[in-house]
């Protein structure tokens, strides 16, 4: 099992004063390199996930309020982007359904306050989730 309260440590240590010009840069200037890209951010509804699609797939997902960016392992290394995320803690993950992440709850919501966990733990159980689930349970406020 992977820590994703540690990785989310990381990201914060990397860039504590992340701010929406910061992530809309990272945006704009993926956006530029890879015109296939398709992107899925609703800001009017609140969305704490910036998600980037390559046919149809998510190949990432970027954090509005965490400097931090979970990208698809084959993507990642087909393309370099080092300095394109140089702003942002880079995780590479191989599959996000794959249920190999744990948090630490109590830490988690000490370092991101802002984003909160909607469901209870028998919806989706910290010690075992996936990115995705992480994704459904802090997309809004």
């Known amino acids: 099992m ?8 990381k990201a914060i240590k990397k860039n504590a004063d992340w701010t ?16 296939s890209l398709k992107i ?7 969305e704490n996930w910036v998600s980037f699609f390559l046919n149809y797939e998510r190949i ?14 084959s993507y990642a290394g087909a393309n370099d982007k080092c300095q394109l995320f140089k702003a942002v803690h880079v995780v590479h993950v191989d599959d996000f359904d794959a249920k190999e992440w744990f948090m630490d ?4 919501n000490k370092l991101v306050p802002e984003l909160s966990w909607r469901a209870n733990i028998d919806a989706v159980n910290p010690n075992s989730m996936s990115i995705n689930d992480f994704w459904f349970e802090t997309i809004t406020i």
Do not use: C, R, Y
Request: charged share 25%; no cysteine; aromatic share 8%.
């Open 20 to 35: 929406s010009n910061e992530l809309t840069t990272v945006v704009e200037a993926w956006k530029k390199t890879d015109h």
């Open 105 to 108: 709850m109590e830490q988690f």
């Open 2 to 9: 992977k820590s994703l309260t540690d990785e989310i440590m």
């Open 60 to 73: 990432g997902m970027l954090g509005v309020s965490v400097p931090i960016l979970f990208l698809d392992s």
């Open 40 to 46: 899925d951010w609703d800001t009017g509804a609140g």
